[in-house]
């Protein structure tokens, strides 16, 4: 069945939950009763896999009394009605629980759906050290390979070497470990990920201590990132015996070392983390990362395979995520901080040791009062302090053209002075204006034509004279372009804005340079550029002016030439940048997340200090709208002026677009592929 666009299903989600409950100790009914009453709940919410805490049907502090046959015989009792009741549910339930089994008692993941038993996976690490005594009633169960179990009436594969998959949502593949398994050096979950499981789970009991809980943590948080799965972890909380230690019932969701959602500790009830993974993602992840399934070939997992259909529901249900409008730009103030100070510092140490390696040149750089040449001034500037030399070694030039506003040569010259950089003025309309006349163009004879050519005589002399600039005061020429532009290919190729010697900003999107503009102005030292306070003036200056190349004259109206006008908004390139190079994600999937992310400008975070009054929003069709134009820029169009970039630093995790580094296209490709995904999904709303 195909599913509509609104599903979170059609688009590689699933949704998990790690849920906690009150038991009552060795109460098997009343224990069936609270799981089946959350596992309503997360019908109801489209749930397709609920995890439980460990021997949840007795309680995991039940002691000696696990031994009685009365309490064993319940439990049975409580699985097979436990499977009965799910016919009708959605969620695949994983329940803890203590199962006999030959001559042994095991600790038991019990895996249920739609009214079958799937399989029992045991506990294969068995904690006897301090306030634990497991093996006085357990076996553990890394033996039970291929094993087959008995419950009552029902039967089914037992070990633990079973992964659950869905044959009808690709890449779901369950795995389900049980407490102390994760907590060895290599737990089953990791060979698990290896044969293929992507959301692994942790039925735990684990008694609560001073900072057991960050260690828990950080242990979902490592195995998600180092198996590349999501991690789904339930701990037992209320009802537990107190006779010795206390409980905590945490819970919480890690996707690829990120947390995805948690809950209080020390609940008054029933609580569960709920969070929608992203299969494509780790599937991504792991095409990439080749020494994922290098590892596998090394330690060669075995593992049986059980198969069971979700029959995912076609409604809209939402998505449970937190989705950043700006993948480049942490909502959290310090994370935001701490991106600042690395982005801006890989910018400036590549720039010191190319310097140094060359015979350290004076940097030359064009200067227009916008946001790149802003950044990548400031950059040199550090460049400079941290090498020891003078600013004013920077040579530093403002080359108005034909559309070139007061404001911003104001600011480009107000900057470079207060930065203390060398700075002249070139004008360079008299030798635009010559070269026009020598091409026959109609703007030499006095007509309103600004097209292609008009725009890129002006670029292009700008560059040349920067580089003739260099030769002659022996520099090098800092480029200023952005990881945005060159996504979408808006340079002026060859000797045009496209070239440099050193190009500083070619690893940072347009959507952060301003972020880390912000972070230069409020931080002294610690890595950043000292500035005076006219210096950080002019900055909030060029950051309150709007993104223009400044190479057509304003029209009748007054209103200056817009980048984003003529392109699109930089926050939904960037989004869909970031989506398509670090994932690969499918179009119809990207303007999905963008949809939900753009939607509504009052739902969700923004980053710190973006103003109230300044928040937007997109709806799908000009999400669909923009997300055309990037395709095509970036698949169709723009490469072969990335296939020819100079050097610059890789400074996102999402990636570059060096064609020495993360990207590496054909520069005569096509878009046809990815347009054609969009309109099967979005045909009302993608052009022919």
């Known amino acids: 069945m195909s599913l509509p666009f609104e599903s979170a ?31 309503r709940e997360c019908d109801a919410e489209a749930v397709a896999v609920a995890v439980f805490p460990e021997l949840c049907l007795t309680g995991y502090s039940i002691e000696d009394l696990v031994m009685q046959d009365a309490v064993l015989d319940a439990v049975e009792r409580a699985i097979e009605r436990l499977v009965e009741a799910s016919a009708d549910l959605f ?54 390979v291929g094993e087959d179990i008995r419950v009552g009436e029902l039967e089914a594969p037992f070990g633990p070497d079973l992964l659950f998959e869905a044959l009808d949502v690709p890449g779901l593949v369950v795995h389900a470990e049980v407490c102390e398994d994760v907590w060895v050096p290599i737990p089953p979950s990791a060979g698990a990920a290896l044969a293929g499981a992507t959301v692994l789970l942790n039925l735990s009991g684990s008694p609560i201590t001073i900072a057991r809980a960050e260690d828990r943590k950080d242990l979902c948080q490592s195995q998600s990132l180092r198996c590349l799965a999501a991690y789904a972890y339930a701990a037992a909380g209320m009802g537990e015996s107190t006779n010795d230690v206390s409980w905590d019932g945490q819970t919480m969701i890690y996707e690829a070392g990120n947390l995805l ?64 409008r700006f993948p480049f730009v942490p909502d959290d103030p310090d994370r935001l901080a701490q991106d600042c100070y690395e982005a801006f510092n890989i910018q400036v140490s590549g720039l010191v040791q190319r310097l140094q390696a060359i015979g350290e040149p004076k940097p ?26 003078p600013r004013s070694d920077i040579l530093a030039y403002t080359m108005p053209g034909f559309a070139t506003s ?44 600004h097209d292609i050519t008009f725009e890129n005589v002006q670029a292009g002399l700008r ?63 610690e890595g950043s550029t000292d500035l005076s306070s006219e210096a950080k003036r002019v900055l909030q200056s060029v950051l309150d002016t709007e ?75 000009t999400v669909a709208k923009w997300l055309q134009v990037f395709l095509r820029r970036y698949f169709a169009f723009a490469q072969f002026k990335r296939s020819a970039i100079p050097n610059g630093p890789k400074v996102s995790p999402t990636g570059s677009l060096s ?28 052009e022919e």
Not at 412 to 423: D, P
Request: net charge negative; proline share 7%.
């Open 261 to 324: 959602s948690e809950t209080e500790r020390f609940p008054d009830g029933p609580r569960r983390s709920v969070a929608d993974v992203d299969l494509d993602r780790l599937r991504q992840d792991r095409l990439r990362q080749g020494t994922f399934d290098d590892n596998r070939r090394t330690h060669d997992p075995r593992f049986r395979v059980v198969h069971f259909e979700l029959d995912p529901p076609a409604a809209d249900i939402g998505l449970r995520r937190t989705l950043d």
């Open 659 to 686: 064609p020495r580094g993360d990207w590496r296209a054909p520069s005569d490709g096509n878009a046809n592929v990815w347009i054609a995904e969009l309109k099967a999904a979005l045909p009302e709303l993608v």
């Open 547 to 621: 993104i223009s190349p400044e190479l057509v004259p304003a029209g009748q109206d007054g209103k200056l030439q817009s980048t984003e006008d003529r392109i699109g908004p930089y926050a939904l390139h960037d989004f869909a940048l970031h989506h398509i190079l670090r994932f690969g994600f499918r179009p119809s999937k990207i303007a999905y997340l963008a949809a939900h992310a753009w939607g509504d400008k009052d739902a969700g975070a923004w980053p710190p200090g973006f103003p109230a009054e300044d928040r937007y929003a997109y709806d799908l069709p």
């Open 91 to 144: 969620p695949m339930l994983v329940v803890g629980a203590p199962l006999r089994h030959g001559n042994r008692l095991y600790n038991c993941a019990v895996v249920i759906h739609r009214g079958e038993l799937l399989g029992v996976a045991p506990k294969s690490y068995l904690p006897t050290y301090r306030e634990f005594y497991e093996r006085r009633w357990y076996a553990p169960g890394d033996d039970q």
């Open 364 to 389: 030359v750089i064009g200067v227009s009062g916008g946001l790149d040449s802003t950044h990548a001034l400031l950059v040199v500037a550090r460049a400079m302090d941290r090498m020891g030399r």
């Open 463 to 525: 560059t040349d004279y920067l580089f003739r600039l260099a030769n002659h005061h022996g520099g090098m020429v800092i480029g200023t372009s952005d990881l945005s532009e060159l996504a979408l290919g808006w340079a002026t190729y060859g000797v045009g804005d496209h070239m440099s010697h050193y190009a500083v900003n070619a690893g940072v999107p347009k959507t952060l340079i301003q972020h880390v503009i912000r972070w230069v102005i409020s931080h002294e030292g």
């Open 9 to 39: 299903y059609r688009h590689g989600f699933a949704r998990i939950a790690a849920c906690t409950i009150p038991i009552t100790i060795a109460d098997p009914v009343a224990n069936t009763d609270a799981v089946l009453a959350t596992a």
């Open 406 to 449: 007061a404001h911003t040569k104001s600011n480009a010259i107000a900057l470079a002075e207060a930065v203390g950089a060398s700075i002249e003025t070139i004008d360079i309309r008299p030798l635009a204006t010559e070269m026009l006349e020598r091409l026959d163009h109609p703007f030499a004879d006095g007509e309103p034509v």
